[in-house]
């Protein structure tokens, strides 16, 4: 039975050569994504062991820290002298880092990345542990002179000599850059600017006497962990203290976050190529067993047991699975190494030749591969063993509509109605995370229901979809017809490989369209200001800029908005940690606010904040309570509600409650922040065109900042939208390559199987023409049947979801009917390509050799 079955598998081996790239394709993401994770986290885990001071000392963190505020966390420069003297220390060190900067060139174009990493701005002194050394110039020694990274420089076509100017918190400044350093570890892809220590700290941070953090070198022999002990013996507390490795092990996890991005976008195209290869392996393993039929018949009379049978499909299976495995890690290794050359490309400088391949990477790999044939196989596994041996003596083909279509019905009815009930529960649920968590096993439910009731469908509706084929194509159209309803099993099964893919596509695309449609009313509803003045990125930018703008001739009324990160003690008990908005007293003429009680005025007050109704209710909050607050940076404050608004009570991430302030008040609390937005009106008698030409031209020298209108506005949510929409379109890519491998592998198998009936129809006369048309036409038929489940399927859980963004205030529904077109013309160029090679095999053949065929 070994043997035989290894005569098999190769006999075959070009029949399942495509079902081995589906393979290939699913390993090659799961191994590439966990050998480039690995290889970078190990590359950064000796960048932080090798650059981090034996103890750090920073400010104690405290609430939304991590909250775009524009303030940074400082302490005490004098603490560096403090400590200097603790036993045990060899030198401690001022330190000053600010990222919330924008450094540009003469040209006025920004100096930093364009990748999204950070362009830092630190001050200079040398230590045996810094990822920089001097290669060219001198160090700065004043407030007009820094020092810029090699990579950085090159980049941008600067050196000594060359002219910066710096917009930081405190104010912008010009400097000259005096000196090149040049890494000696791996570049993180981040733009270094260089200062002496007191310019650092008065142009950085407004203060000379205030640092970021201090770092500290432990004397030979004493231990990181002693040395912290020492240290918080004489600080107290206040402060966060961490050795060596608790530095590496916190920049780690804060890099974690980006390597779960790349892993998890690479891990869901590994699924999707899984479940769009399983129903390309189911239908290669059914097809071949259908056509084997004869032989695993004289297996079964020469005295081979059913499980012999199996086993021997189940083995084909295997070694399937193995091959697939074993290229899909060798492509996976190259993949990683293109994602290593984009990211070097991008300015993080990683190295190929010190690729990371652990031990979980093959293991994954082949559990990947071998289950994933293992699984489809199974099923025609079964089949097989049923083979009678008295099908030796006839023409026969497991391949029966009866019973097992019936069973097909009722599984599938009983998982519809199951998935159906899911969904309903989603639309009519009231909170947010139990209507998501229905949505998603709904949406499961239903695609299993249609996967497992789809052959029922073929013969109702490829009838009607191929109706007009006999009149149209004559006696061509009419066996092209016959053809695709010949086998339901195998055409559900084929189709429902494109399903996969133009379902989520037309599921989140109709979420994106009702997205855009909710942001567009809101937008009108909202925003009464004429421009919007804020940082591409939605970062803080300086006062100075407002300043500037509040000089441009035409400009009005101008109103600044903050972000101001507190937590509440409400009067249910709860401590919620959120993020208020802080507004000028003139918001009503910029925003048109909503009130269930109060008005802008009342929340805006001296002491007073505003509130969203619907979470003022939830925690027993009323006009006139007063809460307990504490800011970041610890300071605290007793403020009434004055008003409560009818407007969403989430605003983002950590922005619970919907909470509005006064800029007086934020001020008193959390002084010296940035803006994070600043909306302007055309003062009585200038033209919106003329002042917004004034204010681009005000702003020009800050590229960091853009002026917008309400167009300019829903553009840009159009834009973080369609971000989204363009990883789901790369998604449906790839499920369709791997969805047209099937429908091809079906064609080919099928022309395989039908050799001797093609050569019968070509002996009577049938053209090549005409033969590799009604293939064609076969091809095509099943694509749009795929096309029109998935986009029925689509259509509902596009609703579904709708339903669910409803519950965030998202309530407009939106149908993107060019998608739809697409889809359906595309399907038809889809069942086109499809059939190009089967098509041209078949009109190929020899008819004599084919009318012999066995």
């Known amino acids: 039975m070994l043997r035989a079955t290894l005569r098999s598998f190769f006999a075959h081996k070009g029949r399942m050569l495509l079902s081995m790239l589906a393979v290939l394709l699913s390993v090659a993401f799961v191994s590439g994504s966990l050998i480039f994770s690995d290889t970078v986290s190990r590359t950064f885990d000796r960048l932080f062991a090798s650059t981090a001071s034996d103890v750090q000392i920073l400010p104690e963190e405290g609430i939304g820290e991590s909250l775009p505020t524009g303030v940074l966390r400082t302490l005490p420069a004098s ?124 142009r950085l941070l407004g203060r000379a006497d205030a640092a970021t953090s201090i770092s500290l070198d432990a004397a030979d022999g004493v231990a990181d962990a002693v040395l912290k002990e020492r240290v918080a013996a004489v600080l107290g507390d206040g402060y966060e203290l961490r050795t ?29 190529a899984v479940l769009v290869g399983v129903f390309l392996i189911v239908n290669t393993f059914s097809m071949l067993i259908a056509q084997r039929t004869r032989e695993l018949g004289l297996l079964r009379a020469l005295g081979a047991d059913r499980r012999q049978v199996r086993r021997s499909v189940v083995t084909e299976a295997f070694l399937l699975g193995l091959i697939g495995s074993t290229l899909g890690l060798a492509a996976g290794v190259g993949l990683a190494a293109g994602l290593i050359a984009l990211m070097s490309a991008f300015g993080m400088n990683l190295s190929a030749a010190e690729m990371v391949f652990g031990v979980a990477t093959p293991v994954s790999a082949y559990a990947v591969g071998l289950g994933v044939t293992f699984l489809a196989a199974y099923l025609p596994a079964r089949r097989a063993a049923r083979v009678s041996p008295m099908a030796a003596l006839a023409d026969a083909e497991i391949a029966g509509v009866g019973r097992p279509l019936r069973v097909r019905a009722a599984a599938g009815t009983v998982v519809a109605v199951a998935g159906a009930a899911a969904l309903t529960g989603s639309a009519v649920s009231t909170e947010t995370s139990s209507a998501a968590a229905l949505l998603g096993l709904g949406v499961v439910l239903t695609l299993i229901a249609t996967v497992v009731a789809g052959p029922l469908l073929v013969r109702p509706v490829i009838r009607v979809l191929s109706a007009a084929f006999p009149r149209l194509f004559g006696p061509v159209g009419m066996m092209s017809r016959r053809n695709a309803l010949r086998n339901p099993r195998r055409t559900g099964a084929t189709a429902a490989a494109l399903m996969v893919g133009l379902a989520l596509v037309t599921g989140l695309s109709i979420a994106s369209a009702s997205m855009t449609e909710s942001f567009d009313n809101e937008i009108d509803r909202t925003l009464g200001a004429d421009f919007v003045v804020q940082n591409g990125s939605f970062l803080p930018f300086p006062q100075e800029i407002t300043e500037k703008v509040r000089e441009v001739e035409g400009a009005g009324t101008v109103v600044r908005q903050r972000f101001a990160p507190l937590a509440l003690s409400l009067p249910d008990g709860e401590r919620v940690e959120t993020t208020a908005s802080g507004y000028d007293q003139r918001l009503d003429e910029v925003a048109r606010v909503t009130y269930a009680g109060g008005d802008t005025a009342a929340a805006l007050a001296t002491d007073r904040i505003g509130m969203a109704r619907d979470f003022a209710e939830e925690h027993r909050v009323r006009v006139g309570s007063v809460l307990e607050a504490e800011f970041a940076g610890g300071r605290r404050a007793r403020l009434t509600v004055g008003a409560l608004t009818d407007m969403s009570q989430s605003g983002g991430p950590g922005m619970a409650g919907g909470v509005m302030m006064g800029m007086a008040t934020l001020e008193k609390y959390l002084p010296g922040g940035q803006e994070i937005t600043v909306y302007v009106n055309a003062a009585g008698g200038a033209g919106e065109d003329a002042l917004r030409e004034g204010l681009e031209a005000a702003l020009d020298p800050y590229p960091q900042v853009q002026v917008r209108d309400r167009a300019d506005y829903k553009e840009l949510v159009r834009r973080q939208i369609a971000v989204m929409l363009y990883l789901v379109y790369a998604l449906l890519g790839l499920a369709i390559v791997i969805a047209v491998l099937g429908v091809v592998n079906t064609l080919a198998l099928s022309v395989v199987e039908r050799t001797r009936e093609i050569g019968l129809l070509r002996a009577i006369g049938l053209s090549r023409r005409q033969l590799r048309r009604m293939i064609r036409l076969e091809s095509v038929v099943i694509a749009v049947f795929g096309a029109l489940l998935g986009l029925g399927l689509g259509m509902v859980w596009g609703a579904a979801v709708q339903q669910v963004l409803a519950l965030e205030g998202l309530t407009a529904f939106a149908v993107p009917w060019g998608t739809v077109v697409a889809v359906v013309v595309g399907s038809v160029v889809v069942g086109l390509a499809a059939a190009v090679l089967p098509a041209l095999r078949a009109s190929r053949m020899n008819v004599l050799s084919a009318i012999s065929h066995e």
């Open 79 to 202: 603490l560096a002298e403090r400590l200097g003297s603790v036993d045990g220390v060899r030198a401690a060190h001022v330190e000053v880092s600010a990222e919330n900067i924008t450094v540009v060139d003469e040209k006025n174009d920004p100096v930093g990345p364009t990748t999204g990493a950070p362009t830092i701005a630190t001050n200079w002194f040398v230590t045996e542990r810094s990822p920089v050394k001097l290669t060219g110039g001198r160090e700065p020694r004043g407030p007009g002179e820094v020092m810029l990274d090699k990579d950085t420089a090159d980049n941008r076509k600067l050196g000594i000599g060359d002219s910066l100017t710096l917009h930081a918190q405190p104010g912008s400044f010009t400097a000259e850059v005096v000196g090149i350093v040049t890494f000696t570890t791996t570049n993180p892809g981040a733009a270094l600017v260089f200062l002496d220590t007191p310019t650092a700290q008065t």
């Open 244 to 272: 060596a490795d608790e530095q590496a092990e916190s920049s780690a996890a804060e890099l974690g976050g980006f390597l779960d991005v790349i892993k998890w976008l690479m891990l869901g195209f590994a699924g999707v």
